[in-house]
């Protein structure tokens, strides 16, 4: 990862980056959306064990195009290591009262790649580029995960109201600490500077999206290395099962 000399911006955090579907409730086959209970985008900061796993709030990525639009995402769990975020993404058997025995598959990854946060101006972008799949394909497509983008991010003040029906409820909302409570200074949201905003679980976040092409947005680039089924950081960091089925859509974009 190299900065430009021309770039006014600066590098707060970089690492790896995973993005992942949760099939729904007894669906072992999804298709598309309608098949999928949530949509994640987990950051590995470089030399770190914790895996920071953030749930989409529309289960897609923010449109780039035309001004791009604005998601809504939240920090569901800080994994402190690599177990605890297998036990995220594994399959789960359970008992209801109502249904009986439930199984909620296990989680599959869609991407992968790495990620910079980034100081520019006074805001804060998320950038990334995908090493695998090479090439997007349905799975991508649909979640609008695109294979190198640039998003603002920032973070909303957990003691600021919502509109009703609209974000975490108050019990859910990140604790921060005093340092970081007190960069809102009554604003409603703030860049993620630091990136520690992200350590808290039910941080909730903004994102819009701004472009495409990293390089020529922030004048970073962002250096992806090769990589094939065998050596996919992604199985490998988070514990997946290794399985064809579960290396489909992040190698071949294909639903499984």
């Not at 703030?190 to 039910?202: C, K, Q, R, W």
């Not at 909730?204 to 922030?218: C, F, P, R, Y």
Request: proline content about 7%.
């Amino acid at each position: 990862m190299a900065k430009s000399e021309k770039a006014k911006v600066e590098l707060l955090e970089g690492g790896d980056i995973f993005f992942l579907y949760r099939p729904g409730v007894e669906e072992s086959d999804p298709e598309g959306l309608e098949d999928i209970q949530r949509v994640m985008m987990v950051l590995h900061p470089r030399k770190a064990r914790r895996y920071r796993v953030i749930t989409l709030g529309r289960k897609t990525m923010p449109e780039l195009e035309d001004g791009g639009s604005r998601h809504w995402a939240f920090v569901s769990k800080i994994c402190a290591n690599r177990d605890e975020a297998h036990e995220e993404f594994a399959a789960e058997t359970y008992e209801t009262k109502t249904r009986g025995t439930r199984h909620q598959p296990a989680a599959r990854p869609a991407g992968e790649g790495v990620y910079a946060i980034v100081r520019h101006g006074d805001h804060t972008h998320l950038a990334y580029a995908l090493e695998l799949p090479e090439q997007p394909g349905a799975v991508q497509n649909e979640l609008n995960i695109q294979p190198e983008a640039s998003y603002i991010l920032s973070v909303k003040n957990p003691e600021a109201s919502s509109p009703k029906g609209a974000g975490l409820s108050e019990s859910r909302r990140a604790d921060f600490p005093k340092t970081l409570q007190k960069r809102f200074d009554g604003r409603r949201f703030v860049a993620v500077d630091p990136p520690s905003f992200l350590n808290h679980e039910g941080a909730e976040l903004m994102l819009i999206g701004a472009h495409d092409d990293v390089s020529e947005e922030l004048g970073i680039d962002l250096d992806p290395q090769e990589e094939d089924v065998d050596r996919a950081e992604v199985m490998r960091e988070l514990k997946l099962q290794r399985s064809p089925k579960m290396v489909r859509p992040l190698v071949e974009g294909r639903w499984t």
